[in-house]
């Protein structure tokens, strides 16, 4: 845990040293008025925590400094963790739904630009190194080198990948990694579409169509559709995860860059406005820079450096 939390502390370190460590400045010497409620909602709203996930938490920091009957600003800080806190205890689960038996269906969507590509890699990776044996499907096949680039991410990891030619049917492809995943006695098959929004229609009738390949192959799956999010996007991204989830039933989010950013709040908001489980975070280039999200290490990490950890 603490080499997970010392990781965590370095990859948000922009958040932390702009967005977080800017509430220490703001409540320390106060007392607690009207006038350091709206700095702390603007604050928050800056860290693009979001309005609505923003006065949602304000009015439960306020009604739990009123029963406390705290007045120094500092008392605070201890409470807005313990509310980001329940926010995330809000949405189920945790990392990847495997398959009981036979090969588990991950697909793995996001518009182009978010880093789509490299987190697949990053999570066969993580697969990889668990000892499991993966193969990648090359079915987002509308952008340009799209499957050349994973193909080239594929033998950099080392895992298998199957794929057609550019403007190939993305559903024959997933056909055919699922059948490749079967005779190999593959343990995770990470499915790569769905990369643009620009027609919704194409887009539903694609993944409508990958769905039923994908049911009618192995039973159960498709054990999680992940979203890939750009965390430097800030409310773009929980735009793009509301569309998403209209066709797809997104199951988890993979929340990229997160080292990027200085305004890490997008998590919160994520997590509250959307109800779906932040699954990993990206923390940087590498291939070993993807964590699974742990909840109370991120707010942990988050506000060690504020003194909200109610010490």
Request: hydrophobic content about 40%.
């Amino acid at each position: 845990m603490s080499g997970v939390f010392s990781r965590l502390k370095e990859g948000l370190e922009k958040t932390r040293k702009g967005f977080f460590g800017r509430l220490q400045g703001l409540v320390t010497g106060r007392f607690i008025d009207e006038d350091l409620y709206e700095e702390l909602e603007d604050l928050l709203i800056q860290g693009d925590v979001g309005v609505d996930t923003t006065m949602g938490i304000l009015d439960s920091v306020r009604r739990e400094v009123k029963q406390r009957g705290i007045t120094a600003g500092e008392g605070v800080l201890p409470i807005l963790k313990d509310e980001i806190e329940n926010i995330f205890e809000t949405v189920e689960s945790r990392g990847i739904k495997f398959a009981c038996e036979g090969p588990t269906v991950v697909l793995v969507v996001g518009v182009n630009g978010v880093g789509k590509t490299t987190t697949i890699a990053k999570l066969a990776n993580r697969f990889k190194n668990q000892g499991m044996k993966v193969i990648l499907g090359a079915a987002d096949t509308f952008r340009a080198a799209a499957s050349d680039q994973l193909e080239l991410w594929a033998q950099r990891v080392g895992v298998q990948i199957i794929k057609h030619g550019e403007g190939a049917d993305p559903a024959a492809v997933t056909f055919d990694a699922l059948q490749a995943a079967k005779s190999r006695n593959a343990d995770v098959v990470i499915i790569d579409t769905a990369g643009r929004l620009q027609s919704k229609k194409n887009l539903m009738e694609e993944v409508k169509k990958i769905r039923r390949i994908v049911s009618r192959e192995i039973p159960g799956a498709p054990h999680d559709v992940l979203l890939v999010l750009d965390a430097t996007t800030g409310q773009n991204a929980v735009s793009q995860a509301r569309t998403f989830n209209e066709f797809l039933e997104v199951t988890g989010i993979i929340l990229a860059k997160l080292d990027g950013t200085a305004k890490g709040g997008i998590v919160v908001a994520v997590a509250r406005e959307l109800n779906i489980p932040v699954k990993y975070i990206g923390l940087g280039e590498k291939l070993e820079d993807l964590e699974e999200f742990d909840p109370a290490c991120f707010v942990g990490a988050l506000f060690e450096s504020t003194g909200g950890d109610g010490n």
